[in-house]
């Protein structure tokens, strides 16, 4: 009965580390409304719903770190908090009175889903995340209703469109914010250096070429691909931290510098309601990522403490000898050692007389010739084996192992085993959520891509843009192409279904590794390397074009990121095991063993990757294995002595063009 308290001590300690202390509450004041009267003046006085209002976001981190009893105090400070600063940024009082109510509500309400248990609300799960989603989901929709309720009745303004923007702006901030309070203890990872600098450097980079004005729509993925390698690889805290970083510069950009050129022809509120579903996907994914991380290191460790456990071996145990002889008033002790003696202590009498359970065990085991088990009222083990002594007259020997440690060892195993197919059935249930998350993303962002592209054609077929706005427009054209196929990238990675037959034609090497060196020429020539195409133009390989290429493309992209500048590249034609090979050779710094060990996991980054801070998700490797794999080819990757790597695509067509 001593653990479940030793946890609920543990708990409770967590508990009031979390607690913010009343000293602290007057600087919170100041800083909910400082942050609410910037919102009010970001939007204007005269708005009646702000762009943004992070104030929602805080407010509920205050209110996860309130002492429960102190909670309604907690909610109070809240809407007076809201009161003061909508009167401050020139709202009246007939708004900023409802205003401050509906705040105290809307924090409540995440709270009354977040924390009906005693011991608070922790991010540790994906169940964990929906949970906060639907809390954030519930808070903002009341919250929307309420202030377009009131802002209808009180200014005559559209109740529909109020809904959906303060609808918008409340969620972005709860999913933005909240979690930051969520976090478990030791939430903040060991720090890789290296790489967290490295991310950090291009992701702030990033944002400027996606959010300023004349930046274009392609752009805008990009900061979204660091903030991926931020949840998959730093610590939860620094990823939720610059998720919150990217929304509020995209925001503040957008709204100070003006709109990019891919939302300018939108109005004010229609760029209000682009920039914050774009705020919204970036906490939704990051949440996701950072709890399936939870996960899956929590069921790495039942693992590995189940592996610990059952590597630490058997208690040697205590073997007791006796040596009995059966009378007709009882059994009488001839001999033991001490074991005996120790184990029978509760059972013999002054004159060696036995009697009790384990002598029953013992003329039950002679009897009936099989091996009795005795487990004692107040705990332990004893193994009981006994056998008749020929010819001695009723006297018999008898084997008593206290099988304590080996019996407790065995359930142990159970229990060990019972907890590892759990944590192999939890590994499996994040891989395909996560694989789910992947496709459900990719499928969502098709439908835009193929409008900017639809629109792009049009653009180039009219006849009344300048060259300077046509070479504009064919820009567009490509970095949406490439997006397109990034996207592919994606699904593929879900999907692992053969490529349909009427997709497979005869395509020559020479076409495969034309194409791709002409996709990645501009990259190469900005390196000043060398690309070198020596296949065999007589060499031809079925399959689908589309797979191939890519899987290619990935490879050849690959060779060129990783060559330093004066390096070469070889694309040439070999064979591996009878098999048509396109091999690509590159004078990079090669891959480690550990590196290559990993090569094809998703998002994995070697070492090499982080010293020559190369860009990239980690994703190339797996795609290609993966086309490959559903067109019977492989990837095989071969480190070179002295640096190098070769990268070669197998084939499933090993006959040559007659």
């Known amino acids: 009965m001593h653990i479940p308290l030793v946890h609920a001590d543990l708990a409770s300690a967590e508990q009031r580390q979390r607690i913010a202390p009343l000293w602290s509450w007057p600087l919170i004041a100041l800083v909910l409304v400082a942050v609410a009267y910037a919102s009010v003046l970001l939007s204007g006085p005269d708005a009646s719903v702000s762009l943004w209002w992070p104030a929602a976001g805080l407010g509920v981190c205050f209110a996860l770190r309130a002492e429960r009893r102190r909670l309604p105090a907690a909610l109070a400070v809240i809407g007076l908090c809201t009161l003061v600063a909508e009167l401050a940024g020139g709202r009246g009082a007939p708004l900023a009175v409802p205003y401050g109510l509906i705040s105290a509500v809307e924090v409540a309400v995440v709270i009354l889903v977040l924390r009906p248990g005693a011991q608070g609300f922790r991010l540790r799960t994906t169940r964990d995340a929906s949970r906060l989603v639907v809390a954030a989901l519930t808070a903002a929709l009341i919250t929307g209703a309420l202030i377009s309720t009131t802002t209808l009745l009180l200014k005559g303004t559209e109740f529909g469109q109020t809904l959906v923007n303060t609808f918008a702006a409340h969620l972005a901030a709860l999913l933005l914010i909240t979690p930051l309070a969520a976090l478990p203890p030791g939430s903040l990872d060991r720090l890789p250096r290296v790489e967290s600098l490295a991310q950090a450097t291009v992701l702030v980079a990033s944002i400027p070429l996606a959010f300023l004005p004349g930046s274009f729509l392609p752009l805008a993925t990009l900061p979204f691909a660091f903030i991926v390698w931020g949840a998959a690889r730093l610590p939860a805290a620094l990823a939720l931290g610059e998720a919150l970083f990217l929304a509020s510069a995209s925001l503040l950009l957008t709204a100070i510098l003006g709109p990019p050129s891919y939302i300018s022809i939108l109005d004010a509120r229609e760029m209000a309601l682009v920039i914050e579903a774009y705020m919204i996907t970036i906490a939704v994914f990051t949440i996701m990522l950072v709890t399936t991380r939870y996960e899956a290191r929590a069921a790495m460790a039942t693992a590995t403490s189940a592996s ?288 290559l060990a990993h090569a094809f996991d998703r998002f994995y980054r070697g070492a090499e990757a982080a010293i020559a801070n190369a860009p990239g998700t980690g994703l190339g490797l797996p795609i290609a294995e993966r086309l490959m794999a559903r067109n019977e080819g492989a990837i095989l990757l071969e480190s070179l002595p002295g640096g190098g790597l070769t990268a070669s695509v197998v084939f499933r067509d090993p006959t040559p063009a007659e």
């Open 308 to 595: 610990q456990l059952l590597s630490g071996g058997l208690v040697d145990s205590q073997v007791g000898l006796v040596i009995a002889q059966q009378e007709a008033d009882g059994i009488i002790i001839v001999w033991a050692n001490r074991s005996a003696f120790h184990m029978l202590n509760d059972e013999l009498s002054e004159d060696r007389t036995w009697s009790g359970p384990l002598a029953r065990n013992a003329v039950a085991s002679m009897t009936e010739h099989v091996q009795t088990v005795y487990e004692k009222p107040e705990g332990g083990v004893i193994s009981v084996l006994a056998h008749p002594i020929p010819d001695q007259g009723g006297r018999f020997s008898t084997q008593l192992v206290d099988v304590t440690a080996s019996v407790r060892m065995t359930r142990a195993r159970e229990a060990a085993e019972q907890a590892r197919a759990a944590a192999r059935t939890a590994l499996a249930e994040l891989e395909r959520q996560r694989d789910d998350l992947i496709a459900t993303t990719s499928h969502e962002l098709r439908t835009p891509i193929t409008s900017i592209a639809g629109y792009t054609e049009l653009l180039q077929e009219s006849d009344r843009l300048s060259a300077q706005e046509r070479s504009w427009v064919e820009i567009v054209g490509r970095n949406t192409e490439r997006l397109s196929e990034l996207v592919e990238d994606l699904l593929t990675l879900g999907n692992a279904s053969d490529a349909s037959a009427s997709d497979i034609r005869a395509v020559t090497l020479t076409e495969l590794a034309t194409r791709s060196v002409e996709a990645h020429r501009s990259a190469a020539e900005a390196k000043g390397l060398s690309l070198r195409v020596e296949t065999d133009p007589a060499l031809i390989v079925h399959g689908p074009a589309a797979d191939l290429r890519r899987a290619v493309g990935n490879l050849v992209a690959n060779a060129v990121t990783f060559t330093p500048p004066g390096g070469t590249v070889r694309i040439w034609s070999d064979t591996e095991d009878g098999r048509i090979a396109l091999r690509i050779t590159d004078t990079g710094p090669g891959m480690s063993p550990a590196t």
